[in-house]
């Protein structure tokens, strides 16, 4: 259970979760977190009528969008939510779901499942003290910026949601964070999860040693730079970086093609090696930067990414291991994770549960979340805990560094 001692302030309402059908099992998570943290929490205020309904065996609000025939939805409430403070939550990319068109069925797409979001805040009609939306994968957010003719689809699509009268978004690793200058004067928080990535990577392999003699943490392209030196700088060793060289005179897949990726660091040779990125979509540019390490004499290579989307199967990193490129692929559970992959030997889930659970109890105080964002103590505290013990502890307990 999380420190909660400074959780003595007035909630700013009663607390509900909605899960969305994309994120049902992850919100059934954070919810149990909660529940099970507040019902051991000794508050001596429990009792007032102010704090009317803060102990429950559940803070879920059933929602649901059925469809008509034609495909046609609406949103739907199970119970009153005037006064509540919501926090709704949604996955995007979750292309499990299916729904019927006319007697055939389709998968839900990013923008079926942005329109069922839009469709329970509507039913919400304005009665809540206030909405949060916790969108772990932005939506559209590799659509943030303009280059000749296009669409700005993330800027209009938090545009909307503020209109609608969201008065907080929550996001995970942004494509790009910037693109928060389209609501200014707005709720907007970015949120890294460098600590649950590093906890799952200590957990899981025994044998790291980290030193910049035997550890070199690599970004597979100029735009996770910053992500691998917040890395690096953490375990005291260097980074690399690959620069992609692309076609420009054609266009697939919506992109320019990939020619090579181009090497940029010290030697390798010898070194375990992490690469850092926001996302896995179909891996094939991850593993090409993992054989570009590998012919350079890389020991071995971990792969770390926020959402693992896998749009082009399994197969490519399956046989990526058993040909010894790819050592690990790490990936978080804020986004849909196949049952298959849980099967796979060179997979590892960093559960994010935990920590949006500690966000929300935090904000429904009311209570700052800055030191919850920045986890730089807590980081440090398991690298050294890692380095006296060769492995880390289930919970996370402070150690007192050296000055």
């Not at 996770?224 to 697939?252: E, L, P």
């Not at 796979?344 to 030191?371: E, F």
């Amino acid at each position: 259970m999380p420190d909660s001692s400074h959780l003595i302030s007035v909630p700013v309402g009663k607390l509900g979760i909605i899960p969305l059908q994309s994120c049902k099992p992850l919100g059934e998570k954070v919810d149990s977190y909660i529940a099970r943290w507040r019902a051991e929490r000794q508050h001596e205020h429990k009792d007032n009528i102010t704090f009317s309904g803060y102990e429950k065996d559940s803070y879920i609000v059933k929602s649901s969008c059925p469809r008509f025939g034609s495909g046609e939805a609406k949103g739907t409430l199970s119970e009153s939510v005037r006064g509540t403070d919501l926090y709704l939550l949604v996955d995007v990319m979750n292309h499990s779901i299916t729904y019927n068109v006319c007697g055939h069925p389709n998968m839900m797409s990013p923008d079926d499942h942005f329109s069922d979001l839009k469709r329970v805040i509507a039913a919400i009609g304005g009665k809540s003290k206030r909405i949060t939306v916790i969108m772990p994968f932005l939506y559209e957010s590799r659509q943030h910026k303009r280059s000749g003719r296009e669409s700005l689809d993330c800027a209009i699509a938090l545009k909307e949601l503020i209109s609608m009268g969201v008065d907080y978004i929550i996001t995970f690793d942004a494509h790009d964070p910037r693109v928060q200058n389209a609501i200014p004067l707005d709720g907007f928080e970015n949120i890294m999860p460098t600590y649950q990535f590093i906890k799952t990577l200590l957990r899981t392999t025994p044998d790291l040693e980290l030193d910049k003699d035997h550890l070199m943490v690599i970004s597979p392209d100029e735009g996770a730079m910053h992500r691998a030196i917040y890395f690096a700088n953490h375990f005291g060793v260097d980074v690399g970086m690959f620069y992609k060289r692309r076609d420009y005179s054609t266009i697939v897949n919506g992109k320019n093609p990939i020619v090579a990726h181009e090497f940029l660091g010290d030697s390798v040779e010898g070194k375990d090696v992490i690469i850092v990125d926001d996302m896995i979509a179909s891996g094939e540019s991850m593993l090409d930067v993992a054989r570009k390490l590998k012919e350079h004499k890389a020991r071995r290579v971990y792969a770390l990414a926020t959402f693992g989307l896998f749009t082009a199967g399994l197969e490519i990193f399956d046989q990526a291991y058993e040909e010894g490129i790819i050592e690990k692929v790490i990936t978080t559970n804020l986004t849909y994770q196949m049952p298959e992959l849980f099967e796979r030997p060179w997979y590892g889930s960093a559960d994010m549960s935990k920590y949006i659970a500690t966000l929300i109890d935090h904000l429904n105080h009311d209570v700052s979340i800055s030191k919850l964002v920045d986890q730089s103590e807590r980081i440090q505290a398991r690298i050294q805990e890692y380095k006296e013990n060769g492995t880390i502890t289930d919970n996370y307990r402070p150690i007192r560094l050296e000055q």
